[in-house]
């Protein structure tokens, strides 16, 4: 089984600040990683993910996230934030075994409050 | 192309009833995963339809079950509310062409309150 824990529940930061939302994940098998957005009354959409490869991953919205498996963590970052970048944030994983990721575990979800 | 989409966008049942949520998904994707997300419990995987097949279930009562239609459309159908039920139910769907990663896209959500 999986788990994933986010670290903070609220993280306020000021417009333009850098601003890094922290992920540990959890997994006796290997996973593929994931950031999700969600803005209010609306779905998920999907930040930037990482399967493979490169372990610094690059997404929408100038977002950021670096894969570090000895410390089981895949932090998200921004450099300088947008008033619009308010929202709430996920980290899911899933197993790479099956090759899809049609069973995501989610973390409980970081509320980013960008304020002037 | 059309995204994901889910009916009703809100609903109001009373506690016992039953309720059925529909999701359609992208054109050409075949797999539909539906997930429950409430303040107190997060996110999480209720079960995955692929195929008219369910494939993959999470860890939710059997009050709780879907089914998945020749055209992909999914539904979910929750029998004998309880209160607890209330949450925002979220669909998704994928392409699932069966090699490699698929990702998942969601849907706007059902808003279900349970009186």
């Known amino acids: 089984a999986q788990s994933v824990t986010q670290l903070d529940s609220q993280v306020p930061v000021f417009e333009e600040a850098p601003v890094e939302l922290r992920c540990n994940y959890s997994?006796?098998?290997?996973?593929?990683l994931f950031w999700y957005v969600q803005y209010p009354n609306q779905g998920l959409q999907l930040l930037l993910k990482y399967l493979s490869g490169s372990t610094l991953v690059k997404g929408i919205n100038g977002f950021e996230a670096e894969f570090n498996k000895s410390q089981t963590s895949f932090h998200l970052r921004k450099p300088s934030v947008h008033i619009s970048d308010t929202a709430e944030y996920f980290c899911?994983?899933?197993?790479?075994?099956?090759?899809?990721?049609?069973?995501?575990?989610f973390g409980t979800g970081t509320r980013l409050q960008v304020t002037l | 192309k059309a995204g994901v989409t889910q009916t009703p966008r809100y609903l109001i049942k009373t506690r016992g009833q039953q309720v059925t949520l529909s999701c359609s998904p992208i054109?050409?994707?075949?797999?539909v995963s539906w997930y429950q997300q409430t303040p107190g419990q997060g996110l999480q995987f209720l079960f995955e339809y692929f195929s008219e097949t369910q494939r993959n279930k999470g860890n939710f009562p059997g009050r709780f079950s879907g089914r998945q239609f020749s055209n992909s459309r999914s539904e979910m159908n929750v029998s004998t509310l309880e209160l607890g039920d209330s949450a925002l139910y979220l669909c998704?769907?994928?392409?699932?062409?069966?090699?490699?990663?698929?990702?998942?896209?969601f849907g706007p959500g059902t808003r279900l309150t349970v009186l």
């Open positions: 997994s006796s098998v290997s996973v593929y």
């Open positions: 899911a994983v899933t197993p790479s075994l099956t090759g899809t990721a049609s069973k995501l575990t």
């Open positions: 998704a769907s994928s392409l699932d062409a069966g090699t490699g990663y698929n990702e998942q896209f």
């Open positions: 054109s050409g994707h075949r797999s």
